[in-house]
């Protein structure tokens, strides 16, 4: 089998030539990590290589990153420029490994290649038994692989069962006048900023302030704890074992909240951490989903859904598991699902 039949069919949702044209390891860090480290995953384009650049001197660790660039725009010479700055850098050249996607049309990216099954391979070249999916316009502001180690025994325990660590998330309520942006990395000093509004915490779907992450719990937080206003929109950035978690489902352009909503029904847990964050800058994107193509998506996500927690709840049904704590988030989450679609074949009384 040839290796552009390979790559198509592990990613046979994508257009065919994008996925058979990639080129795991195009630029191959010299340093190869320890199994036991967290690997950041991330995708980009030429557009935002300088955000790779950026994540990879605030990211002391690995990074596996997917590059995807359109030949008939981009060109050998696009190439060339991001080859010559990827050596020049040591940060880049010793840590980040970087797997090269061409698309020969002029249609969006995202549509060519989900930005989904860009993350899986990220994901999938990865070295580390842990990853950390994130958005190459965030920064992180602490030093989580510290935290790992230091909590290694109990957060390993915590990472194999499926659960994952929640890395919350604090953007800048206005852009500052030279456009530079100073990033706290202690909690006592971005908390001074919140409360002043200068920053906010930031759950995608929800207005600054607000979402599942909850941020007058965080605040005073000293240890985990446990998220307990569950919506499937939700879509932090979280550590997770790069085996146990599911893979992100491809058929969604961008839809990171659909690369955590299959776990959290089989009964995995999401965990704050309580004393480390990343911080949200401004996104560089360069391409952006259609309106046309948003409505799609959320109407295909709303299906899946449904799906999602059929599957689950016949699953653990099957296993016995049915009235077992693991079933707990499926039982919350899907009642309505189950009382509809499941009536007769998912928890028969006894």
């Known amino acids: 089998m040839t290796h552009g039949l390979k790559m198509a069919k592990l990613f046979s949702k994508s257009f065919y030539e994008a996925a058979g044209s990639a080129e795991p390891y195009w630029l191959k860090a010299s340093k190869k990590p320890s199994e036991n480290d967290i690997t950041l995953i991330t995708t980009v ?13 605030e990211w002391e660790g690995p990074i596996s990153a997917t590059l995807h ?5 981009d060109g050998s010479s696009i190439l060339n420029q991001i080859r010559d700055a990827y050596a020049s850098i040591p940060e880049l050249s010793e840590r980040v490994d970087v797997h090269l996607i061409r698309s020969p049309a002029k249609e969006s990216l995202t549509v ?26 965030l920064v992180p502001a602490t030093d989580v692989r510290r935290t790992l180690d230091t909590n290694r025994d109990y957060f390993e325990t915590l990472l194999n069962s499926g659960d994952m660590l929640v890395i919350p998330t604090f953007g800048f309520a206005a852009q ?3 456009a530079r942006y100073t990033i706290p990395h202690i909690k006592s000093r971005l908390m001074e900023w919140v409360s002043t509004a200068q920053m906010g915490l930031v759950d995608p779907h929800w207005d600054i302030n607000e979402g599942p992450t909850d941020l007058n719990r965080w605040q005073d937080a000293t240890t985990l704890y446990a998220v307990e206003n569950y919506d499937f929109h939700y ?18 352009l961008d839809r990171r909240s659909a690369c955590l909503f299959s776990n959290y029904l089989a009964g995995g847990e999401f965990w704050v951490l309580p ?44 296993l016995g598991l049915w009235k077992n704590p693991r079933s707990e988030h499926v039982r919350k989450q899907c009642s309505r699902v189950i009382q509809n679609w499941g009536k007769g074949l998912i928890g028969k009384p006894e």
């Open 45 to 57: 384009t030429p557009g935002s290589w300088s955000e790779l650049q950026r994540m990879a001197t």
């Open 235 to 252: 879509e932090p950035i979280v550590i997770e074992s790069k085996t146990v978690q599911p893979w992100c489902a491809e058929r969604f």
């Open 176 to 178: 500052p006048e030279d």
């Open 112 to 137: 060519l290649l989900p930005l989904n099954a860009e993350r899986n391979m990220a994901r999938m070249f990865a070295h580390t038994h842990y990853v950390c999916e994130m958005p190459s316009h």
């Open 275 to 318: 004393d480390d964050f990343v911080v949200q800058l401004p996104d560089n994107k360069e391409f952006v989903i259609s309106d046309f193509d948003l409505v799609l998506e959320n109407r295909l996500y709303a299906k899946f859904y449904w799906e999602q927690c059929v599957h689950h709840a016949r699953q653990l049904d099957a």
């Open 69 to 73: 660039t359109r030949s008939m725009i």
